[in-house]
């Protein structure tokens, strides 16, 4: 989402908060399950990512 870095430390642009806060909720069935399933990906991702070893490249 983006950070912002003062002197008072880091936390999430308000401006990118706000622009989530303003998405419309699904209100159909399918447009809750489409919601979910992507949620689902998402999160499937993420968990993978913190389980595998970041990939070493070796310097030339």
């Given at each position: 989402?983006?950070?912002?870095?003062?002197?008072?430390?880091?936390?999430?642009?308000?401006?990118?908060?706000?622009?989530?806060?303003?998405?419309?909720?699904?209100?159909?069935?399918?447009?809750i399950?489409?919601?979910?399933?992507?949620?689902?990906?998402?999160?499937?991702?993420?968990?993978?990512?913190?389980?595998?070893?970041?990939?070493?490249?070796?310097?030339?």
């Amino acid at each position: 989402l983006g950070h912002v870095i003062d002197s008072q430390g880091i936390h999430v642009d308000p401006v990118k908060i706000e622009s989530v806060k303003d998405w419309a909720s699904p209100k159909s069935p399918t447009k809750i399950r489409q919601f979910l399933g992507k949620a689902n990906v998402i999160a499937d991702a993420l968990s993978r990512k913190e389980r595998e070893p970041p990939l070493r490249v070796r310097a030339l």
